[in-house]
């Protein structure tokens, strides 16, 4: 079989996995001529984007797609005919620098079914790594998976090549787990995860204590990341959120990704066999958003008798429709905790705000030139040319005017 | 007055008549602006020098304004000079203005060098180069057409990045090229000098084909981010028209057909993990291997795991904490973290060595609610308690210490089955049902926890005091009085 073939069963293999991140990591370049490469700390980059609008920073493929394992959502579970490919550690390599020469790509990501053991798969994933770091002298970016219950000083080895390392959890349920994926084990997981934020505490506060002498060593300066699949089982938007704020606390994770649960070739019956959730998928993404950057607790998020985020409008929209009671806000006075719970209002929007306040009033034309949507926040809010009608916040009217007329893609809020 | 400058990306020109023009007072609608040969109308006013002898008083603006301009001025636009001429005009008697982001001047400035950094990071990103030659002596070549003046900007990027490669980026405006040593920028040329084609094409294109999820069609999606106007120089969007029209199909193909029946080949060897068969055995090992898979209170499902007790199996003290926290859940390992620390200090300078204690916790996973990226920790409560106990039970009777300390309320309660104020019982050695006498003390976190470093050397002394009781008893153990 030739590179080629290998390249398209092993990236065919590994698309289900959504993260793609080039950012965040340390500064790095080969202006020193020694070797090739660099990182872009500050906003990775999206070499292209797929039909699927996923964008394309790294090369993400399996090294094999032979698995033990038998999880029913994926496509390269145990009992699937899918045809099986594996790379060589050379061949990896060799397309990776291939194509970062080229500016395809921003580096690799590497992942594996799981063969033999735990340590022998990790072994293998590893090697490719440190081929590229020692041998070619690449810095570019890495990202590697991690497999639960692996050794931990190739743990730690793993972590000395990578920007950043990842483990699934997948299913955010553990019961619902142990049907889909027998053999997989969410303590295990959940005890590396715990492992690796100990790693990376401690290369953080080595960082901090001294910043030339650094003696504690390196370790994935990208941080560690997961991804669970949504609609493969009934967990409803409560618990997988719940869960990632878990996880966030937990484990410090830089992300957690979602992924709609798509029909795979040759899929199992135990399965839905229906489209992708994707606009599901997208208000989880808000949601999450409003957990990290907005201040907002997950009980907030999800409306507690549903336990479902609405598909029609965003989980901003709906809290502040919810709540109407704390609105109108006035932009002119009001703190920037509340400010964030606008509708419409994004992080940079505010901070916009809150330096334009000090010389000169915020007035309702002035929103066009913030980036901010009008009909979505007037209602919510008092400027100095600006008062909604008191009738409009207290209608039943108010929610129906946001609901869409076409569905709404896109990661953008 | 009529400026003109070097150049499009002619920044200390702009800068340098700017500066002039405000000192002399020269109002923005009095100044035209345009570049040297670019547009040559037959109306172009003839070039005006600035008063060069530089007027008395000088006037200073924030360091913002000159990244602001540095960007804004390699946007194509025209006006650009014009409107940062008069953004630094207002400036002088409004030194505040660049914060006004809703002020039109102020804005558009932005929204100039916002589309100029876009553009930049577009051609970082969207860039092909295509090899000549081959091994040692190739060169990467590639055509890339950006919508502002941004070559200079970007090149620096690519030098960073490919160091040990020769490179040329070719533009129709200028061109960027790089010798392993330094950057050098030429006049543009036409898209005919660059190359046509790359051995690795076919190989990204596969890959693009690949990495594509058809049962996930978003193409606006994909077209915000790279727009079509890029299209034309990248290798893989040609593929983009036949994986469309492609995905409908093959995502019916999948919905419609059936599972099919698995290879006789894939049979599933072991599992790689092997489950730990549950012993019954009494010994401490297997007492943790059992509790690891505890679910007597829901305090697992949150945790990361059970945190067993730790030490030599038959210890002659065993010391009892409340729960593990944040850092020994992670480890797995009780009083590793701050806590830990102190306790470690403490039993030093009581003169217990390590090796003699075996400590645990009365209740072994951690309690907490997230709050954003970090976990505060709950007290257990009496239903918790009572559920964990059994462990501590089993732990006892297979260490069978002389000494067991509880340290804190909850250690407390779970040593003596009920609730036991710390305060009336602390410091006296108090016979337990079966065998070993307790000590009760205070819980090191509440050392940890005293704002005042007065209260807080006071309470670590006694606390220090109490374990020495302890080393003194398990020194001489005396069960027979």
Same mark, same amino acid.
């Given at each position: ?171 955010p349920e553990?019961?619902s ?51 669970m699949?949504v609609g493969?089982d009934s967990a409803s938007d409560r618990t997988i959120l719940d869960t990632s704020a ?12 979602y ?18 959730p994707?606009?599901r998928?997208?208000r989880l993404?808000?949601a999450d958003?409003l957990m990290?950057?907005?201040?907002f607790d997950v009980g907030e998020i999800v409306d507690e008798t549903a336990g479902m985020l609405s598909l029609d409008?965003?989980p901003?929209?709906a809290w502040?429709?919810r ?91 | ?115 100029? &950094? ?258 505060? &920790? ?104």
């Open positions: 079989m030739n590179v080629q073939r290998k390249l398209e069963i092993l990236a065919d293999a590994a698309k289900y996995d959504a993260s793609c991140a080039s950012s965040g990591t340390e500064k790095r370049d080969s202006s020193d001529g020694k070797g090739l490469g660099s990182t872009a700390p500050g906003m990775g980059i999206c070499h292209s984007y797929a039909p699927d609008g996923r964008c394309i920073s790294l090369l993400k493929i399996l090294l094999t797609n032979a698995c033990n394992y038998d999880c029913l959502y994926c496509v390269n579970r145990a009992s699937s005919n899918v045809p099986r490919a594996r790379f060589t550690v050379d061949e990896v390599v060799k397309l990776t620098l291939d194509f970062y020469r080229r500016n395809y790509i921003e580096g690799l990501f590497l992942s594996s079914g799981i063969i033999r053991s735990a340590d022998y798969t990790m072994e293998q994933v590893v090697s490719v790594a440190r081929k590229l770091r020692q041998e070619h002298h690449f810095r570019g970016y890495i990202h590697l998976k991690t497999i639960p219950e692996a050794d931990d000083a190739l743990i730690a080895e793993a972590g000395q090549y990578a920007d950043r390392l990842s483990i699934n959890i997948e299913v553990e019961a787990l142990a049907k889909l994926a027998p053999e997989k084990d969410v303590r295990a997981i959940r005890r590396t995860m715990g492992r690796l934020r100990l790693k990376l505490d401690e290369a953080g506060e080595g960082r901090k204590l001294t910043p030339k002498g650094n003696t504690a060593p390196k370790f994935a300066p990208a941080g560690q990341s997961t991804q699949i493969a878990n996880l966030y606390g937990s484990y410090r994770l830089k992300r957690v990704y992924s709609a649960f798509s029909p795979i070739p040759d899929a199992s019956h135990a399965l839905p066999l229906s489209a992708p994707l606009v998928e997208h993404y808000q958003w990290r950057f907005y201040g409008i965003d901003k929209l502040a429709l709540h109407r009671d704390r609105f109108p806000l006035d932009v002119n006075r009001a703190s920037r905790e509340d400010l964030l719970r606008v509708p419409g209002f994004g992080t940079k929007a505010v901070d916009r705000i809150i330096a334009t306040r000090r010389v000169t009033s915020i007035r309702a034309a002035d929103l066009a030139r913030l980036h901010i949507p009008r009909n979505k926040a007037l209602p919510f809010i008092v400027l100095s040319d600006h008062r909604p009608s008191p009738h409009l916040l207290d209608s039943a009217g108010l929610a129906e005017r946001f609901k869409p007329k076409a569905t709404q893609l896109g990661f953008g809020f | 007055m009529h400026i003109t400058l070097d150049s499009e990306t002619d920044f200390d020109g702009w800068r340098q008549a700017a500066r002039q023009l405000v000192l002399n007072d020269v109002r923005p609608p009095e100044v035209t602006w345009s570049v040297w040969g670019a547009a040559p109308g037959l109306f172009e006013p003839p070039d005006d020098v600035p008063p060069q002898d530089t007027p008395s008083g000088t006037f200073s603006v924030p360091a913002k304004f000159v990244d602001l301009a540095q960007s804004a001025i390699l946007h194509r636009n025209p006006e650009r000079f014009a409107i940062l001429y008069r953004l630094l005009w207002r400036l002088r008697s409004n030194h505040d203005l660049l914060d006004v982001a809703t002020d039109p001047d102020v804005s558009q400035a932005m929204t100039m060098a916002k589309a100029v &950094h876009r553009d930049e990071h577009k051609m970082h990103a969207f860039v092909r180069f295509r090899e000549i030659g081959r091994e040692q002596k190739s060169h990467y070549v590639a055509w890339f057409e950006p919508e502002h003046h941004i070559v200079e900007l970007a090149a620096p990027f690519f030098a960073r990045r490919f160091a040990d490669m020769a490179w040329s980026i070719l533009t129709p405006e200028a061109c960027a090229h790089w010798d392993g040593r330094a950057v050098s920028i030429t006049p543009g040329v036409p898209k005919a000098e660059a190359p046509t084609q790359d051995r690795l094409e076919e190989t990204w294109r596969r890959y693009y084909a690949s990495i594509f999820n058809p049962a996930r069609l978003k193409v606006k999606a994909m077209q915000k981010e790279m727009p079509r106007k890029y299209w034309r120089n990248l290798p893989e969007a040609s593929l983009i028209k036949p994986l469309i029209e492609g995905a409908e199909r093959a995502t019916a193909a999948m919905i419609a057909g059936a599972a099919t029946t698995p290879h006789k080949a894939q049979k599933r060897p072991e599992p790689v993990m092997p489950r730990t068969p549950s012993s019954t055995a009494g010994d401490i090992e297997s007492i943790r291997e059992q509790a690891a898979a505890c679910r007597a209170c829901p305090l697992w499902k949150d945790a990361t795991q059970t945190v067993f007790g730790e030490g030599p199996p038959h210890a002659p003290l065993m010391l009892v904490g409340e729960q593990p926290g944040d850092k020994e859940d992670l480890a797995g390992r009780p009083f590793v973290g701050p806590a830990g620390q102190m306790l470690d200090r403490a039993l030093e300078q009581a003169g217990i060595p390590r090796g003699k204690v075996y400590v645990t916790n009365a209740v072994k996973h951690f309690k907490f609610v997230p709050r954003g990226k970090i976990r505060l &920790h709950q007290k257990p409560n009496t239903s918790e308690i009572r559920a964990c106990r059994p462990w501590y039970e089993r732990e006892l009777k297979s260490v069978q210490p002389d000494l067991v300390v509880a340290m804190g309320a909850t250690a407390a309660q779970s040593v003596f089955g009920k609730i036991m104020p710390v305060n009336k019982t602390r410091g006296r050695l108090i016979d337990l049902a079966d065998g070993p006498r307790a000590l009760v003390t205070v819980h090191p976190s509440y050392l940890l926890r005293l704002p005042d470093a007065e209260a807080k050397a006071r309470e670590y002394q006694r606390f220090v005091d109490d374990l020495r009781m302890a080393a003194d008893l398990i020194r001489k153990p005396a069960r027979a009085d």
